[in-house]
C-alpha cells in the first residue's frame, strides 16, 4: 500500500521547486492534491501531468478570501482533508538599513501571514475530517544567522516559533504539526540569485562548495522529508523542527 492512499492535500506554492516536487511525490504515494499558487497556469500545466489526482486553484496567500475559497474547493472536490503544506513563500536578500518598509511588509505578509491563514482556514476542515497533518516550510534562515537574511529570518523565525506553539494547541484534534527547515535548496529562486551575477555558474559553484557534503540539497529532498511528516508514520512527531540542510547548521 503506498504511504499516502486515499489521502487529501492541500500544497501552496505548489507549481514550482519545493512545492512542485512535494505535489509530484504526494501523487506518487497515492494522495489526491490541490495545487495552490498564484501562478495558475503553472499549476494547471501540473494538474494535467498528474491527472486524475491533482486539481489547480490560484491562491493569494496573503488573502483570507482565497483562502476561504481554497478550503472550499478543496471540501467540494475531495470532501475533506488530511494533508496541509504551507509551502508558499518569498525571498528577500539585503541589510536591515537597506530595506524599505514595503519589502519588510510583503516578506512578512506572504511568508509568516500566508502561513497564518493557510492554518487557521485549514485546520477547521482538518477537524471536521478527523484530524491530520499540516506541515509548514520554514529555513534553516531561523536558526543560524545568515549574512543579507534578517528580514526573511525574521518570517521563517516566526513560521517556526508558530508551529511548535500551535502543535500543542492542535494535539488533542488529532492534528500533527510539523515544520521543515532546508538549507539551500537547488530551485528557481536559486537560478535567479546566481543569474545576478557577472559569472552565474561560478556563484552556484561557490554555493555548493559552502556546503558540507558539497551540493545543494534537492527539492526532492525535501519532498520526501514531506511524506514522512504527511504519512501515518509521524504519529508521535509533533511541534518538530526538520532539518534537511545537508549538515549546513551542524557547522
Known amino acids: 500500500m503506498k504511504r499516502l492512499e486515499g489521502k487529501r492535500a492541500i500544497v501552496t506554492g505548489g507549481a514550482a521547486g519545493i512545492g512542485k516536487a512535494i505535489v509530484q511525490q504526494f501523487v506518487g504515494e497515492g494522495a489526491k492534491v490541490i495545487i495552490a499558487d498564484i501562478d495558475f497556469t503553472t499549476a494547471e500545466l501540473l494538474a494535467k501531468e498528474l491527472q486524475p489526482n491533482a486539481k489547480p486553484f490560484k491562491l493569494n496567500v496573503t488573502s483570507s478570501d482565497n483562502f476561504k475559497s481554497l478550503v472550499e474547493f478543496c471540501e467540494n472536490e475531495f470532501n475533506g482533508l ?23 511588509q510583503r516578506i ?33 534562515a531561523a536558526l543560524v544567522g545568515l549574512v543579507d537574511r534578517a528580514v526573511y529570518s525574521a518570517a521563517k523565525g516566526g513560521i517556526m516559533a508558530m508551529t511548535r506553539a500551535a502543535a500543542i494547541d492542535y494535539v488533542n ?13 537547488d530551485t528557481p529562486w536559486i537560478e535567479r540569485i546566481t543569474n545576478t551575477y557577472a ?27 514531506a511524506v514522512y511528516l504527511a504519512s501515518d508514520e509521524s504519529k508521535s512527531t509533533i511541534g518538530a523542527v526538520m532539518v534537511v540542510d545537508g549538515g549546513m547548521t551542524a557547522r
Open 82 to 104: 488530511d494533508i496541509f503544506v504551507n509551502n508558499a513563500g518569498i525571498g528577500l536578500a539585503g541589510k536591515l538599513e537597506d530595506t524599505n518598509e514595503e519589502d519588510w
Open 108 to 140: 512578512i505578509d506572504v511568508n509568516l501571514k500566508g502561513t497564518f491563514l493557510g492554518m487557521k482556514y485549514g485546520i477547521p476542515l482538518l477537524k471536521k475530517s478527523g484530524g491530520g497533518a499540516v506541515i509548514n516550510i520554514s529555513s534553516i
Open 173 to 185: 484534534d488529532n492534528i500533527r504539526i510539523n515544520c521543515i527547515a532546508p538549507g539551500t535548496v
Open 199 to 225: 559569472d552565474p555558474a561560478a556563484a552556484k559553484k561557490g554555493m555548493m562548495e559552502r556546503q558540507p557534503h558539497g551540493r545543494l540539497v534537492s527539492p526532492d529532498e525535501i519532498a520526501a522529508m
